[in-house]
Structure formats: C-alpha cells, structure tokens
C-alpha cells in the first residue's frame, strides 16, 4: 500500500557538485594547482590512472549546466569554490580571471532562479600551501580566513548560503591518517593538528563572513553515518556511542560549543598526538551559525571490540552494497536527522548531500538507474517522516548533479542524476532526474 509523502511548504530542493570534481580546466586562467592536481598524477593514487584534468569540463560548460538544473526544476545549487583558482598560491594577489567564472556561475544561476549555495573548501588545497604543511601548519588557518573574506566582498551580495568546509573528516582521516585522499599523509600527530586547524579555520570564516556584512547564512557540513547497534548489548551500546564521539561529537561537539569528547581528545594525547588546542581557540570554533549540513549515504552497524584503541568497529554488511560498496540502508537518513537533532537542541539542518552510486549506463539511449532511483526513494520517505518528528530540515541537495571524478576511484564511479560521456562530454538525464524533477514540482513523492 503506498501513501504520499509531502515536504513543508518553502522546502528548497537541489543538487550538489565539487570544483574538482567536475571542472577540469586544471591549469587554465591563471589557476595554480591543488594538492589533487599533484596527488591524482602520483602513480597509484588513484586506482584507475585517472585525474581531473578534463572531469566534466563544466568550466566551459557551465552554461549548459545551468540550463539543465533549470530543466530539472532545481531551486538551488550547491557548487564548491576552487581555492587555487582565485588564489593560486593560497595567499596573496587574487586571480581575477578565477574569480571571474564563479561570478559568471553565479548570475547564471540567478538569471534561471537557481540560489547559488557555495562551499569555500572541498578537499583542493593551494598545493603552495601544502609545501609549507598544510593544514597541520596553523598559519593555514589564517590564511583561510583571508580566503573566505575574499570571496564574500566580491560573492557576498548574490551567494545567500556559505558552506565554510565540506567534510572535515575526510580531509583529516582519509587524507592524513589513512594516507587514501590527497594530500596523501600517514601520520596521527599530523592528523591531530589537521583535526583542530580544520575546526578553527571554520570559526575564522564564520567570523569573516560576519564582519563582512554579507546578508546570506553560514554553516559547515559533516560526514556522517548513522550508527546502529549489531546486537542489544549494553557494551554494544556503548560501543555506538564511542562511532558517535569519534565520527560525529568529534566535529560537531566543537562547532555547538561542547567542545571535543572526552574519549576522544584522550585517545589522541594518549597516541602522543594531542589536539593543540590554544587559549581562545574553542571559542572561536563555536562562532554562531545559521544551520548544519549532514552528508549522509549509510548506516553501519557497530561492535565493541577492546583490542582497538577507539573500542568500537563496524561489524560485516547485512544489507546489500550499492556500487560504492556502501549498505542500501534507506532509513538512515531519517534515523540519523532524528539523532543530529535531539543531540544538539533541534538546529536547522540542510541535507547538503545525499545521494546513490549506481553504474548503470545507457541502453539505446536511455538509463534506467533503478537501484538509484528506489534507494532516493527510500532515503527520502525516511527525511520526510523525520521532519514530521519534528526535525527542522529545510533544503535537501541531492548527490550529484552529474557523474564525475570521484576522487581515488577516478570516474569508475557514477552518482550522478545525469551520465555524462566523457569522451563527447555528452550529458543525458537518468531515471533518477525525472524522479528528481516530479519531486521537485510536487513537492512531495508517493511510496
């Protein structure tokens, strides 16, 4: 039996992209290079050889884009800022000819009634700044925020919504402690001082974005997973709460002014790598924001295992794998909103990313990404009843707009609503972007 889901009225519906990601024009315009245009050229970063050089060539193709996210009925978009591109080095002289695409994206946008939602940093790194350590180098930080000012004197008066970092997580763990993600480190001292250095970068901005008296929001977006116990337990529950305080207190304990968990500051002093945390510092990391974005794809369900320093691991799959291997769980978005807004007083929450791996491809034309289209489904009749529990969630884009670069698995991966050829950079909506658009125009979906 199905019934229909609606969304509040004034529900804002979109889909996300990153700079990287879907580009390319790597060093054209005066662009300086990224630690993933160094990193995806290193032999075997990235399993399949490729890079992002090319990627879906949006830089010339970005009108054709917005054309299509009009098509679609999207209301908003959200794109992430190429550092190097408007500041080849990371600090010092701007590069116009950078800054120029963003504000040509951004009227486009606003000619087709499309509200640009931007993201100051999405993994790519001035590499320049890399070469002098990166984030574990706290002058980082400063020089972020100088960024982030940057693009708010000459963005601030069309941008209404400001992402300061796309998952800080990643770029701390996969990227310095695993070594799998630029910039490509194994260090925990390093991914100590990258954890704080990434929080306090965001403090700065949202300060910067204050003192500039732009008149839109600010945020920042987490990775997250929805955490869910393997057996009833209570050393199982508290092994669930131990994810949460790495995965999810970690980051947004800061952000909410309860600072860092116990567990956790402890686990990394005791590692001989403590989170240098100055006089102030938490202070700033706690600046006032308008919303938190989630990012979202998964549960995991978790088992106490002593043996391990966190205590905690994930136990094996029991649902089945979408193409990124994740578990088709299509209640975790729902269960983890509910969390996310019980933990920490009911804030405003934007699903700033959500969305299904689904390699299907064309077949005499036309694609029918099936497993996409049920799990959106699933994902989404779960949002809707989380809202009607009593979670504030206003906006939801979904991940992506089109198939891209993804990351150290190349473009053997595809999340996109639209597949895109990228020998012709041919792009042709999926069954999952007619799914999106009725959505959009009905505000609401049966199921």
């Not at 160094?38 to 010339?60: I, K, L, M, N, W």
């Not at 990227?175 to 990434?198: E, Y």
């Not at 099936?370 to 906006?395: K, N, Q, S, W």
């Amino acid at each position: 039996m199905t019934a229909w889901h609606a969304f509040p009225e004034g529900f804002e519906w979109g889909a996300a992209t990153a700079a990287y990601q879907i580009e390319g024009a790597s060093l054209e315009d005066g662009k300086g290079l990224s630690i993933w245009d160094v990193f995806s050229h290193q032999p075997g970063r990235v399993v399949t050889g490729e890079d992002g050089d090319v990627a879906c060539d949006h830089y010339h193709r970005y009108r054709e884009d917005v054309a299509l996210m009009a098509e679609l009925g999207l209301q908003t978009y959200r794109f992430s800022i190429s550092w190097p591109r408007v500041i080849p080095f990371g600090a010092g002289e701007p590069n116009e000819k950078g800054i120029d695409f963003y504000s040509r994206l951004v009227d486009a946008l606003l000619e087709s009634g499309i509200r640009p939602c931007a993201t100051l940093y999405h993994w790519d790194l001035p590499q320049a700044l890399q070469d002098m350590g990166g984030w574990a180098n706290r002058d980082t930080v400063k020089h972020f925020a100088d960024y982030g000012r940057l693009m708010f004197e000459r963005l601030g008066d069309r941008v209404p919504r400001w992402v300061t970092h796309n998952e800080p997580s990643i770029t701390a763990i996969l990227g310095h402690q695993w070594g799998v993600l630029a910039p490509g480190i194994r260090d925990l001292g390093v991914t100590a001082r990258v954890i704080h250095h990434l929080l306090l970068s965001h403090g700065l901005a949202v300060q910067a974005f204050r003192a500039s008296g732009s008149p839109g929001e600010i945020g920042i977006t987490t990775a997250n997973t929805s955490y869910e116990p393997a057996d009833d337990r209570p050393e199982t529950l508290e092994a669930v709460e131990a994810a949460r305080d790495f995965s999810t207190r970690l980051w947004h304990g800061p952000v909410f002014g309860r600072g860092y968990p116990e567990r956790v500051a402890r686990y990394y002093e005791s590692k001989g790598a403590p989170l240098p945390i100055e006089a102030g510092d938490l202070e700033i990391t706690s600046s006032p924001t308008e919303f938190l974005g989630v990012n979202l794809y998964s549960r995991a369900q978790v088992l106490p295992d002593p043996s391990r320093g966190v205590g905690f691991r994930n136990a094996e799959p029991t649902l089945p794998l979408t193409d990124m291997g994740y578990e088709a769980a299509p209640h975790s978005l729902g269960d983890f909103v509910r969390f996310i807004s019980d933990e920490y007083d009911r804030p405003l929450i934007y699903i700033t990313e959500n969305g299904v791996c689904d390699n299907t491809g064309p077949k005499e034309g036309i694609i029918e990404d099936t497993p996409r289209v049920e799990l959106l489904r699933g994902f989404l009749v779960g949002l809707a009843e989380a809202i009607r529990d009593g979670a504030d969630v206003r906006a939801y884009y979904v991940w992506s707009l089109l198939d891209n670069f993804e990351w150290a698995f190349g473009y053997s991966r595809r999340f996109g609503i639209v597949w895109v050829d990228y020998e012709t950079q041919r792009r042709i909506p999926k069954a999952s972007a007619e799914l999106y658009r009725k959505l959009i125009q009905d505000n609401g979906l049966e199921a």
